[in-house]
């Protein structure tokens, strides 16, 4: 990563990336799927001040006291960029026949330790982990092994790993208040 260390520190790249991060019809999806890997991978960086107003856009947080509040414990906002990840591109894009860049992108993401992001985000972290464990054990071909690829890869993401058994439901480890 350290090669690409200007790239995901410039405010430039991520502008680029916010825009083309939409899809439409003029664009290829391969293009809107590597945009929002690479403003993801940005997203996880402890930012300056300059790069604020961008990662409140794109963490989708308008009021600046509640990123203030995230911000002061960045495993809030580094939960909140994966959930958004997971939610918004690896499981809309699921299907994908190379899933090799979403992968990609939770290997180089920075890693939140769970229990010092707020409840509500590690439970929804826990919903979109029961979303992945279903799809595979249920879906297609395609979906169920990128969805068995994603949980390996999010076993690594993450300070905690989430339970290895496809059998029964999400569970994560207990996780202490501050």
């Known amino acids: 990563m350290a090669g690409f260390s200007p790239i995901f520190q410039s405010a430039e790249s991520w502008i680029i990336a916010e825009r ?28 300056g001040k300059q790069m604020q107003p961008i990662l409140m ?14 911000l002061d414990n960045f495993d809030g906002v580094l939960l909140i960029n994966l959930n958004q990840f997971l939610e918004d591109t690896a499981l809309k894009f699921i299907d994908m026949e ?8 939770l290997r180089l993401v920075k890693r939140p330790e769970l ?14 982990l029961n979303r992945i464990y279903e799809l595979a054990e249920r879906s297609s071909d395609g979906a ?4 068995r ?7 690594y993401a993450c300070a905690q790993r989430p339970s290895p058994s496809l059998n029964g439901p999400t569970v ?7």
């Open 20 to 47: 083309l991060s939409e899809p439409n019809k003029r664009m290829d999806v391969g293009v809107t799927i590597g945009a929002r890997c690479v403003a993801t991978v940005i997203a996880s960086q402890l930012p």
């Open 57 to 70: 856009r794109h963490l989708k947080i308008e009021e600046p006291h509640i990123f203030s509040f995230y």
């Open 98 to 105: 190379d899933f090799s860049i979403i992968r990609w992108t």
């Open 115 to 128: 229990q010092h992001a707020a409840q509500e985000l590690q439970d929804e972290f826990k919903r979109l």
């Open 144 to 147: 169920s092994s990128n969805a």
């Open 149 to 155: 690829q994603l949980l390996d890869e999010l076993s």
């Open 172 to 178: 994560l480890p207990h996780s202490t208040s501050r």
